[in-house]
T-cell receptor, first 116, second 109 residues
Framework: EPEVTQTPSHQVTQMGQEVILRCVPI?????FYWYRQILGQKVEFLVS????????KSEIFDDQFSVERPDGSNFTLKIRSTKLEDSAMYFC??????????????FGAGTRLSVL | LAKTTQPISMDSYEGQEVNITCSHN???????ITWYQQFPSQGPRFIIQ???TKVTNEVASLFIPADRKSSTLSLPRVSLSDTAVYYC??????????FGAGTRLTVKP
């Protein structure tokens, strides 16, 4: 069964450093997403991406964040200067048009980001 | 965006059937009802989706009454491995899928 893969599974970084979280969406999907989940809290939408541009972003997705699809398979989330409060699980998701209309997205296993 | 309400937590024992009900009074005509499951330290996983009446797959059943203002996720004969958070979502929300707090199901031996 095709799946969304994320690397690394755990990233430890110092405050102020840049991090790049990587995702390989399901190959025929065209809609891509990033979510985050702070420990013990709910899953929060960050950004959606389609046709090489951001479709929607939440209030969390400020100028410190950026997304990119550098090639035909990867989808990345960059945090320019990490803060302690960026520590969370970051989930990538993807979908196609038919499933998107039914609220179906496929999530990766996540990257745990720890900012020290 | 249709708002959903579901219990914060539920307890059950192995082998029992578990029913989690979600209220969505403001559901729109083109909205689907979708349920996700999330294990600790994992991403949400789509488990079932429906529009009306009843849907069944290998994981669960979803019951939707005629007015569609609520839905019930039914997990037959739960095991310890069904301990997870279950989320009910209504949409399409297209590019902005918002998760609530979900229902934390704890299955006890």
């Amino acid at each position: 069964e095709p799946e969304v893969t994320q690397t690394p599974s755990h990233q430890v970084t110092q405050m102020g450093q840049e991090v790049i979280l990587r995702c390989v969406p399901i190959s025929n999907h065209l809609y891509f997403y990033w979510y985050r989940q702070i420990l013990g809290q709910k899953v929060e939408f960050l950004v959606s991406f389609y046709n090489n541009e951001i479709s929607e972003k939440s209030e969390i997705f400020d100028d410190q964040f950026s997304v990119e699809r550098p090639d035909g398979s990867n989808f990345t989330l960059k945090i320019r200067s990490t803060k302690l409060e960026d520590s969370a699980m970051y989930f990538c998701a993807s979908s196609d048009l038919v499933e998107l209309a039914k609220n179906i997205q496929y999530f990766g296993a996540g990257t745990r980001l720890s900012v020290l | 965006l249709a708002k959903t309400t579901q219990p914060i937590s539920m307890d059950s024992y192995e082998g029992q059937e578990v029913n989690i009900t979600c209220s969505h009074n403001n559901i729109a005509t083109n909205d689907y009802i979708t349920w996700y499951q999330q294990f600790p330290s994992q991403g949400p996983r789509f488990i079932i989706q429906g529009y009306k009446t009843k849907v069944t797959n290998e994981v669960a059943s979803l019951f939707i009454p005629a007015d569609r203002k609520s839905s019930t996720l039914s997990l037959p004969r739960v095991s310890l491995s069904d301990t997870a958070v279950y989320y009910c979502l209504v949409g399409p929300n297209n590019n902005d899928m918002r998760f609530g707090a979900g229902t934390r199901l704890t299955v006890k031996p």
